[in-house]
């Protein structure tokens, strides 16, 4: 055996074998509950690897618990729950689980959307609670997706793959990236808008762009006043990146027509907190990448980067901690 690993969740038996097959291991065996932070600042001293999921806090008084602890993989795309920089500094290597979960986001990103348009979630409620009366002209009229303006803020891998999507529904695509990318532009067909040129043209505003404390709040009362009385933000990308309390008063004010959010600034989301409270908010439990072939996908390239890092020192899908 090549040392020893903690999981930090109940994974797959076929999952925790890959792993066995290499590692001692050591796992919480909760699927639902995370692991609590007493238990995880004990369990990371002796280890060599850690595979943990977003939910788990991954900072400096971890990492300063840790003795031997030569790689982290990260069950996600993203990684704003560990301080790669700490890490860095014990050369601690770092990885993720990119392109795998891209096409499922995708398609959860524009389900939302869709469901958010056409008021899906709401009318669904209005018939389980018997309240389906007579029909009138305008009841439970949404906003139509075919030949609208989708406003796309990030486009990475997630971004591509929704222009894509997209274009079935004959949609004008726009998109703002930190970095311009015009070769997609032709052979994509979509248009480059600086932020506030985007808010004010979209019909919808899809945010995938990774979080860092630059785009922290980067859609706030100011952004949020540009968008279209008529206009839609959905987020699937991280909770942190949308002020929660401005897109409140946006919704609640009808300044903005809806939103379809999958992630929050607290997760799991407290059940009473305010946006829940809105009948034009479609909101999901942060499934972004919930299909079962993804999630194993995911899971699977998890344990890859585990073995590889700890038998051949070489990361297959390594964090890049200048991002």
Not at 265 to 281: G, K, R, T, Y
């Amino acid at each position: 055996m090549n040392g020893t690993v903690y999981i930090t969740r109940k994974l797959p038996e076929e999952i925790v074998e890959k792993i066995t097959n290499h590692f001692h291991i050591k796992m919480w065996e909760e699927e639902t509950i995370p692991v609590p932070r007493e238990v995880l600042l004990k369990e990371i001293v002796e280890v060599d690897g850690l595979l943990c999921l977003l939910t788990d806090l991954i900072d400096e008084e971890v990492l300063a618990n840790a003795q031997h602890l030569r790689v982290i993989c990260n069950l996600a795309v993203g990684y704003n729950n560990i301080d790669i920089e700490a890490a860095a500094r014990k050369n601690i290597i770092v990885t993720n689980t990119p392109g795998v979960l891209t096409e499922t986001t995708a398609d959860l990103t524009f389900a939302l959307l869709m469901a958010a348009a056409r008021r899906v979630v709401e009318s669904s409620d209005m018939l389980r609670n018997g309240e389906w009366g007579a029909w009138s002209l305008m009841q439970l009229t949404g906003q139509d997706v075919y030949g609208a303006t989708l406003g796309i803020i990030g486009l990475g891998r997630i971004g591509e793959a929704l222009v894509k999507r997209a274009k079935g529904f004959d949609m004008n695509v726009l998109y703002y990236n930190r970095t311009r990318k015009q070769e997609k532009e032709q052979e994509l067909g979509i248009h480059f808008r600086e932020v506030k040129e985007l808010l004010q043209q979209a019909d919808f505003v899809c945010l995938l762009l990774p979080y860092s404390p630059a785009v922290h709040h980067l859609i706030g009362k100011e952004e949020l006043a540009l968008m279209k009385r008529t206009g839609i933000l959905i987020n699937t990308a991280r909770g942190g990146i949308v002020d929660e309390d401005a897109l409140y008063h946006a919704l609640k004010e009808r300044q903005i027509w809806a939103a379809g959010l999958d992630v929050f600034e607290q997760e799991p989301v407290p059940v009473d907190h305010a946006l829940l409270s809105l009948p034009n908010v479609v909101t999901l439990p942060h499934i972004g990448s919930a299909s079962i072939q993804t999630r194993m996908s995911m899971a699977n390239l998890a344990a890859d980067n585990l073995v590889s890092v700890l038998t051949s020192g070489q990361a297959i899908t390594p964090v890049d901690i200048k991002k």
